[in-house]
């Protein structure tokens, strides 16, 4: 039988049988399907099994490790499925009825990979940066403000995303091991993974440890010398000198979803994870997870981190 695709086992991408990318919004099960029908071994069911032992909602196993406040989940699905699933899907692969028509697509939760974090690159959100994007929405894109929605209720929804991204990304990892191995995945070994990623103790959020540079001319200097530093920030490489997203190397970027990607302009105005000082130092410290953009804290200052958003700050004021 002809498989209609491939899988690349360095990026994980899979290709058509033509060499073209496959679409990328490919429902796991059918994922799940090529790989039973490639390696010729049952993968659906046992996987199932794994995942429902590991992170079912009626495991004693997942109870007991803490993961998630079981306390909310009903409320959190509950109010998930009225406000949240026709775009995100019905289980958080970001296949909901609208996602095709919106740019940038819905986030798919079950690769546990979250943009706007306080967290260290590659980590984990905290609960409160869920709770942060859920309150404010991501301006620039489709994701709206739930600020109606009381904080309690909102906390809920934390919590059910949180429970469908470690069990999505547990699935996900089995699958690619699966893969690779060409044998089923060590449950036991992929669930202690996923559970350690997202051990609440282990996630701190990285804050400023000096206090905001005073927003004066001077500190805009400071912070445009450092912009187009290449050899110290390469800022200016990809967001361009004049900060319009079109710096030398601002084309060809794909993120961790598959899907190309642009350095923000910032001449508008616009920014997703907020606007203020404070977000700011954020998105530059920590990076943007899943995108070409790392995180800067601990290769520059705090402080310096405060003037390049001063500088960020300026190119929007200046095309007002
Ligand atoms: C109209 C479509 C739409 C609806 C409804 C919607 N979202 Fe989103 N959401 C998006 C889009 C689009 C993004 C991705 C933005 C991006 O990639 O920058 C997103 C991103 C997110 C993220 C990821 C943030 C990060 O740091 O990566 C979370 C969490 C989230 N949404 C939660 C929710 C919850 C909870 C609800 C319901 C209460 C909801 N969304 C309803 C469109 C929607
Ligand atoms: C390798 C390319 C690259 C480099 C280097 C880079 N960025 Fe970015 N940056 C991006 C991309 C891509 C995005 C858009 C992410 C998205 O759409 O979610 C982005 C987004 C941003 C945002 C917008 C956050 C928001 O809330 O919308 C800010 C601010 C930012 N970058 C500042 C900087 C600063 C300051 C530097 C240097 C210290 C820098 N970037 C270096 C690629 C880069």
């Not at 601002?250 to 598959?258: K, L, S, V």
């Not at 203020?276 to 800067?296: K, V, Y």
Request: glycine share 10%; proline share 5%.
């Amino acid at each position: 039988m002809v498989v209609p695709f491939f899988r690349d086992p360095d990026t994980e991408v899979l290709f058509g049988q033509d060499g073209t990318r496959a679409e990328t919004d490919i429902p796991f099960a059918e994922d799940v399907a090529l790989v039973e029908e490639e390696l010729g071994l049952e993968f659906a069911e046992p996987l199932a099994e794994a995942s429902e032992h590991w992170f079912g909602l009626d495991s004693s196993e997942f109870r007991q490790s803490g993961l998630v406040d079981h306390a909310r989940i009903a409320s959190g699905r509950r109010l998930y499925e009225a406000n949240c699933q026709g775009c995100h899907g019905a289980d958080g692969d970001g296949g909901g009825a609208a996602a095709r028509f919106l740019s940038p697509r819905p986030r798919n939760f079950r690769k546990g990979v979250f943009k706007f974090t306080s967290t260290a690159t590659f980590e984990k959100p905290l609960r409160s940066d869920l709770l942060r994007v859920i309150t404010t929405g991501l301006a620039g894109s489709a994701m709206p403000s739930f600020f109606l929605i009381p904080e309690e209720h909102r906390l809920d929804l934390v919590e059910y995303v949180r429970y469908m991204s470690m069990r999505g990304e547990f699935e996900t990892l089995m699958l690619d091991v699966t893969y690779d191995e060409e044998e089923f995945a060590d449950a036991t070994e992929m669930a202690e993974i996923v559970r350690e990623r997202w051990l609440p103790s282990e996630l701190r959020a990285l804050l400023p440890t000096t206090p905001e540079t005073p927003d004066d001319d001077a500190s805009v200097a400071r912070g445009r010398e450092l912009f187009l530093e290449d050899a110290l920030t390469s800022c200016a490489k990809c967001h361009g000198a004049t900060g319009k997203g079109d710096g030398p190397s601002a084309t060809g970027f794909e993120d961790d979803w598959g899907y190309d990607i642009v350095p923000r302009d910032f001449t508008g105005g616009v920014f997703r994870a907020g606007e203020s000082a404070e977000d700011l130092w954020r998105s530059i410290a920590t990076g943007i997870n899943g995108t070409p953009m790392g995180q800067f804290s601990g290769s520059i200052g705090s402080d310096q981190i405060w003037d390049l958003v001063h500088f960020v700050q300026s190119l929007t004021v200046e095309a007002k």
